[in-house]
C-alpha cells in the first residue's frame, strides 16, 4: 500500500532522499493480453492509478487512468474488448530505489510523463507519481510552517533559510545564519533582526 507517512523536515530533504522511501508498493501488475475493464475493475478496487503490462514475466507497458478514459471510453470502444497492449505506454522508465526524488522527477519531467517505475534486479518494488511526491512537498512545506508558526524563528527574506540544529547540553537557539546561540527566541528573534536584516 502507498506510504504517505514519511514527511521530511523540508523540500530539500525530501528532494534529496531516496525514491524507496516515498514509493508505493500498491502495484498491479496484467498481462498484456489482459482487458481494459479488468484493469479498471483492479485499479477501482485497489485504489490504483495504473496498472503495469507485461509479457513472459518483464514489465513491457504502464496503462493509467488517463490512457482508459482517453483511449478507450471517449472513443466509444468497448473496455471489455480492448486489450492493454493496444492502449499501454511502452518502453516503461524506471530507476533504481537509491536514486533521489530529484533524480526521478528529473526524469519524469525529461519524458513528460506522471509515473515511474522503481525497480532493483529486474523486480518491481513500486511506482512513484509525480502527484505523490507534490503531495509529499506540500506536506513538508506545512510541517515548515507550523514550527514557524509556533514559534521557531523565520528569516522573512528567505523562508528556505530555516536551519534546525540541537546542542546535545541544554536547549539553545541557534542562528541560521551566523550559527551563534541564544537562550530565547526573543534574544535570538532580536539578533536576527539587528544582524540579519
Do not use: W
Not at 20 to 28: D, P
Not at 29 to 38: F, V
Not at 103 to 118: F, G
Not at 144 to 151: L, M
Amino acid at each position: 500500500m502507498k506510504d504517505l507517512s514519511y514527511v521530511p523536515d523540508n523540500t530539500t530533504s525530501l528532494l534529496s532522499s531516496p525514491i524507496e522511501l516515498i514509493l508505493n508498493t500498491n502495484v498491479i501488475i496484467l498481462e498484456s493480453d489482459s482487458l481494459a475493464n479488468e484493469a479498471i475493475t483492479l485499479m477501482k478496487e485497489r485504489n490504483a492509478r495504473s496498472v503495469l503490462a507485461s509479457h513472459d514475466g518483464e514489465v513491457i507497458g504502464i496503462v493509467s487512468k488517463t490512457d482508459i478514459l482517453f483511449k478507450v471510453m471517449s472513443q466509444g470502444r468497448n473496455p471489455a474488448k480492448v486489450k492493454l497492449r493496444e492502449i499501454m505506454n511502452s518502453p516503461v522508465l524506471a530507476v533504481d530505489p537509491k536514486a533521489t526524488v530529484q533524480e526521478a522527477l528529473s526524469i519524469m519531467d525529461k519524458h513528460v510523463i506522471r509515473q515511474i517505475i522503481v525497480s532493483s534486479n529486474a523486480a518491481v518494488l513500486g511506482t512513484v507519481a509525480r502527484d505523490d511526491i507534490f503531495e509529499k512537498i506540500q506536506m513538508a512545506t506545512i510541517s515548515a510552517a507550523d514550527t514557524a508558526i509556533r514559534g521557531t524563528p523565520v528569516c522573512i527574506i528567505n523562508p528556505k533559510a530555516i536551519v534546525y540544529m540541537k546542542d546535545t547540553g541544554t536547549a539553545k537557539l541557534i542562528c541560521p545564519y551566523c550559527e551563534s546561540s541564544f537562550e530565547s527566541k526573543e534574544a535570538l528573534s532580536m539578533h536576527m533582526y539587528s544582524h540579519h536584516t
